[in-house]
């Protein structure tokens, strides 16, 4: 996860109607088989809060072979995105994978 992500200004260039992607979120497939990755994610915070972003960019899902990346772009507001502590992807099957934002 990158905020403030240098690719945003490409990404308002190349694309109009997409201001302010500040978030890049980085996926790739550690495993061993294809997975479809869709486009969307969701944000925990301590307090059992929850936020789920489906406005990323790519909008559609990304299917990636075993070591393959993509990268999934939003605009996200710094003080929404320091309140939360935990950001889950999912694949086309509906599982979860969790990964902390931040060092506690």
Not at 32 to 54: H, Q, W
Not at 97 to 103: E, F, G, N
Request: glycine fraction near 8%; aromatic fraction near 10%; proline fraction near 7%.
């Amino acid at each position: 996860m990158i905020m403030n992500t240098a690719v945003e200004d490409v990404i308002a260039f190349k694309c109009c109607s997409l201001p302010d992607q500040n978030l890049e979120i980085q996926v790739r497939n550690t495993g061993n088989r294809p997975v479809m990755v869709p486009g969307y994610f969701k944000l925990d915070a301590k307090s059992g809060e929850s936020l789920r972003i489906d406005h990323a960019y790519p909008p559609w899902g990304q299917t990636l072979e075993p070591g393959d990346s993509v990268a999934f772009y939003c605009s996200m507001d710094e003080r929404v995105w320091e309140k939360y502590r935990t950001l889950t992807i999912f694949d086309g099957d509906g599982n979860g994978y969790s990964v902390p934002i931040r060092a506690e």
